[in-house]
């Protein structure tokens, strides 16, 4: 019997399996790097010590969750992706630079877990906190040299790690934006990230929205694969956590659907996930040297995919109050007696509410 994760039902049922050979497409086109490609796919049978892995969902709290629930390592990520790139800027950034211009900050200290190279801290720096009052965590080499660079007291170890073990009560913002999907042993996670706030200090975490996970794999897009993303957060998922640890889960909000990101976005994807096909046109196109040549091919072949997409556009324009975009976003307090229930935001103008 398995459990959630989340919210410790074992009221858990398989969705679908996935297997260490389309895992392994998902992440690299075997075309272009052959030997690298099998090198992935042995680490991935290893990893889950099969050559499969199922996706789960809770029927109580919402949560999807790979199985094993496993976190890919720095073994995995240095053969899935040859070098990082990160967003300059999210709706999850705006939502919480939002929320703390409600908030006291001045004499505040804030550490962005999974910083990347340090866009959101940019953002903040010099408006909310000082500069040396903002602490910064990533593994990736690069990325700790961006970040130290900008004057980021900066750490390349897990918050969960030895490391942190002398921070307690040492934060009062804590933020992890687009981090928390990837990670396994959830209930150690939560019980540093209660160590490491300060009294009524708050977490901003930022997670895909599962609506739209789910959207894109019933409709022929990217599969959200592990073990890059192993869990599929929910309000309730969320709410479940926070009470096992004695934190509260304040506000909890999707981002709104918006038509043109989302078309871009399921181009891409769609297109992306045509090419995870073993002898398709569009594995071939993808394989190609990289030159301004292949991009006009890429391109042009997005564009042909695109009239078969007009059924599944249709579906998520008529259902995007449900739907919302690409984030879900909360906001997680330490309190002294924490309430009932999370609070569930009221909506605004400028988000979707949670179904």
């Not at 094993?68 to 040859?82: D, I, K, Q, S, T």
């Not at 550490?111 to 500069?131: E, M, P, R, S, T």
């Not at 602490?135 to 130290?148: C, F, G, H, P, R």
């Not at 030895?162 to 939560?190: A, T, Y």
Request: proline share 5%.
């Amino acid at each position: 019997m398995t459990i959630c994760p989340a919210c410790r039902s074992k009221s858990t049922a398989k969705l679908f399996q996935v297997t260490a050979d389309e895992a392994s497409r998902h992440f690299l086109n075997p075309r272009q790097d052959p030997e690298r490609f099998r090198n992935l796919k042995s680490h991935l049978s290893d990893l889950w010590d099969s050559a499969t892995c199922d996706i789960r969902r809770c029927a109580d709290c919402g949560f999807g969750f790979a199985d094993p629930f496993v976190a890919g390592g720095v073994e995995f990520y240095n053969l899935a992706w040859a070098s990082p790139s990160y967003p300059t800027m999210r709706w999850e950034y705006a939502r919480t630079i939002e929320e703390l211009a409600g908030l006291r900050t001045d004499g505040k200290t804030v550490i962005d877990v999974g910083a990347g190279f340090g866009y959101f801290l940019d953002c903040v720096k010099n408006k909310f906190f000082k500069i040396s009052d903002i602490s910064a965590v990533d593994y990736n080499e690069t990325s700790q040299s961006v970040l130290s660079s900008k004057g980021f007291k900066t750490f390349s170890c897990d918050i969960r790690g030895e490391n942190f073990d002398r921070l307690e009560e040492s934060f009062d913002f804590i933020c992890l934006f687009q981090v928390f999907e990837h990670m396994d042993k959830v209930d150690d996670v939560f019980s540093r990230l209660k160590f490491l706030l300060k009294p009524h200090g708050s977490v901003f975490i930022a997670v895909p929205n599962e609506n739209r996970t789910y959207y894109m794999e019933s409709h022929g897009s990217l599969i959200d694969m592990p073990p890059n993303h192993i869990g599929r957060w929910t309000k309730q998922a969320f709410d479940a956590i926070c009470r096992r640890h004695g934190l509260q889960l304040a506000k909890c909000e999707r981002e709104p659907f918006t038509l043109l990101s989302f078309l871009k976005h399921d181009i891409v994807n769609s297109y992306l996930r045509k090419g995870e096909k073993p002898g398709s046109l569009t594995e071939f196109v993808r394989a190609l040297p990289r030159s301004r040549a292949q991009q006009i091919a890429q391109g042009l072949t997005a564009l042909a995919i695109s009239p078969s997409r007009l059924p599944a556009w249709a579906y998520a324009v008529s259902n995007a109050s449900t739907l919302g975009g690409n984030a879900l976003w909360a906001r997680i307090d330490k309190v002294s007696s924490p309430m009932g229930p999370g609070v569930l935001a009221e909506p605004r103008s400028h988000q979707a509410s949670l179904q």
